[in-house]
């Protein structure tokens, strides 16, 4: 048989049917809707109704990452940081040491309620670099605690002005996000001065008693939600 007698293969038709709008929906739902619902669900995103602050999951502190402005031309250090919990308190503590010993222990911001309640709010503070002075505001649901602190009779003395005696300084919460575990302490300002300064990435080692007893002049801000 030649080739010019040869029959072409028939052509495979295949019917593609329409699919349903419904299906096409759940199938949206399923893979896009359902994971970005429960995403906002976690961290207190719009559309679920909430006076919680947004972007923070329950009982988590959130530090915010602070872009390059003007503050830095007025702060030595700075965080700003936001939660959401219940507690009965918090507080934010000062602590000031002097070759290992504790001279100074007080606290600097402080909010309490009776019984438990939510604490949904900011907390900021710094360090000023013209007059050495402490801020730390602690705002939540309509309430705040705000003070200045002279940290100059601390033997602080600003970024620059002292350019001989070795700085150390810590302000970060690891990974910007931490869970908030109850009468503990949260680590949110480490400044060493003078002596043998090291700095270390877990706090732990900075407060540790060799190290301290290491050091000139530190100064530690931390909090506890209680």
Same mark, same amino acid.
């Given at each position: 048989?030649?080739?010019?007698?040869?029959?072409?293969?028939?052509?495979?038709?295949?019917?593609?049917?329409?699919?349903?709008?419904?299906?096409?929906?759940?199938?949206?739902?399923?893979?896009?809707? &359902?994971?970005?619902?429960?995403? $906002?669900?976690?961290?207190?995103?719009?559309?679920?109704?909430? !006076?919680?602050?947004?972007?923070?999951?329950?009982?988590?502190?959130?530090?915010?990452?602070?872009?390059? #402005?003007?503050?830095?031309?007025?702060?030595?250090?700075?965080?700003? &940081?936001?939660?959401?919990?219940?507690?009965?308190?918090?507080?934010?503590?000062?602590?000031?040491?002097?070759?290992?010993?504790?001279?100074? /222990?007080?606290?600097?911001?402080?909010?309490?309620?009776?019984?438990?309640?939510?604490? @949904?709010?900011?907390?900021?503070?710094?360090?000023?670099?013209?007059?050495?002075?402490?801020?730390? #505001?602690?705002?939540? @649901?309509?309430?705040?605690?705000?003070?200045?602190? #002279?940290?100059?009779?601390? /033997?602080?003395?600003?970024?620059?002005? #002292?350019?001989?005696?070795?700085?150390?300084?810590?302000?970060?919460?690891?990974?910007?996000?931490?869970?908030?575990?109850? !009468?503990?302490?949260?680590?949110?300002?480490?400044?060493?001065?003078?002596?043998?300064?090291?700095?270390?990435?877990?706090?732990? @080692? @900075?407060?540790?008693?060799?190290?301290?007893?290491?050091?000139?002049?530190? $100064?530690?801000?931390?909090?506890?939600?209680?």
């Amino acid at each position: 048989m030649t080739a010019k007698n040869q029959k072409a293969p028939d052509t495979v038709k295949t019917l593609i049917r329409p699919r349903n709008p419904l299906q096409i929906f759940f199938a949206f739902l399923l893979v896009i809707g &359902l994971p970005t619902m429960l995403y $906002c669900y976690y961290y207190n995103y719009s559309p679920f109704p909430s !006076k919680k602050v947004a972007g923070v999951p329950n009982n988590h502190l959130v530090q915010l990452k602070n872009p390059m #402005d003007l503050s830095s031309l007025l702060l030595d250090f700075g965080s700003q &940081l936001k939660f959401n919990t219940v507690a009965e308190s918090m507080t934010v503590y000062f602590d000031y040491y002097q070759k290992g010993e504790i001279k100074e /222990h007080k606290i600097v911001a402080s909010l309490t309620t009776e019984p438990r309640n939510d604490y @949904n709010g900011y907390l900021n503070i710094g360090i000023t670099k013209s007059d050495s002075l402490l801020f730390v #505001d602690l705002f939540s @649901n309509g309430s705040s605690s705000n003070t200045m602190t #002279d940290l100059s009779k601390f /033997h602080y003395t600003s970024l620059g002005e #002292d350019s001989l005696s070795p700085t150390g300084a810590s302000t970060s919460i690891p990974n910007n996000e931490l869970n908030i575990e109850k !009468k503990q302490e949260i680590p949110l300002l480490y400044i060493a001065k003078g002596g043998d300064v090291k700095l270390y990435a877990e706090m732990k @080692n @900075n407060l540790s008693e060799e190290n301290l007893k290491s050091v000139e002049n530190v $100064c530690y801000i931390y909090l506890i939600v209680e």
